[in-house]
């Protein structure tokens, strides 16, 4: 089973979670081991700057998801 | 009640309101606590970089969320 | 009076302030106190690396405004 | 035989797999030895800013690709 | 006379040159002290890494201008 | 002799050796001191988040060379 198998959501909610999801994955693939990333996350998630640049991640990777679902516009 | 129900504003400030809501939830839902959340807001609200990198991540939500209005322009 | 009614402006230079004033609301919005902004301003206003990173900022916000107005090609 | 002879890609996942392939590539052509990306790489494996940046080019290929692949999207 | 008469541009070494110069004019609104800004020069300009940020921002203005150019494609 | 005479390459690896070549271009109009560059990029060729940073905007000149030519995409 594909981690990946669509950019396509049912909702813009959903799209974003994606994004999040895909955000991370590029951290896994550099990242394996669980108990080192779980112990970085701890670090990071009290950092504001950190949490910032987290974010940005996600947005650019949300206006992948969007443009893939037309922005979720009914036609 | 979905918090991204659609990307669809009728102005371009409410877009711009709803690109900053964006922003912020990917710093939610890396740091759900929010006592803590409070704490880094303090902190980063009074350095001009964290300051600067917060309107980096809106601008690049924004620009998702004009392009699903289609910049607002009447047609 | 919305402080962004809407994108669409009749120059390229009008554009670019546009996407200045984008830039700084989003800075504004967190930190809505004037004279904290204007302390930190005096900082990264003498600081290289700071000036670049909100310069970036300008960039990502003029693309959208530019896009909004078709890159002000006269049809 | 070319590192990059196509953007086209079979599904999404591949097609994540191909931005961390660009990703890295730019690194290797500024860095050509392998030793010394290897030394670099076991410190930002553990600095999670550093891999929370390596997320960032890795999604700013992925718009490429994906653009390229029109989103995946059966016609 | 206004400085952003327009983003067209008969080549893409001067459209990469008008990228340049958008990116300079947030920096010059920032801090519009010649004296200031020439001195803040001389700093950024032996640093390796606010050169990478410089690039980064030129890039960003450049694809604006290569798509309101429509990358130079003869028609 | 123009440095940028055409956005338009042979093939995707061709036009990521010019993003490559963009992005470069840049630091060197900032910094024309061949002898400061060579040193500078002693610095940062070891450094982790400075090859990262610089391959970001590798990435963000490749959207636009890929955008020029249509992704090579075989019409």
Chains 1, 2, 3, 4, 5, 6 share one sequence.
């Not at 594909?2 to 895909?22: F, H, R």
């Not at 112990?39 to 640049?53: E, G, I, V």
């Amino acid at each position: 089973m594909s981690w990946l198998p669509s950019l396509k959501t049912a909702t813009p909610e959903e799209g974003y979670s994606l994004a999040i999801k895909m955000s991370r994955m590029a951290v896994k693939m550099t990242q394996p081991d669980d108990e080192i990333r779980s112990k970085l996350r701890a670090d990071y998630a009290n950092n504001a700057d950190s949490l910032t640049m987290a974010s940005h991640v996600v947005a650019t990777n949300f206006q992948t998801v969007a443009q893939a679902n037309n922005f979720w516009i009914q036609s």
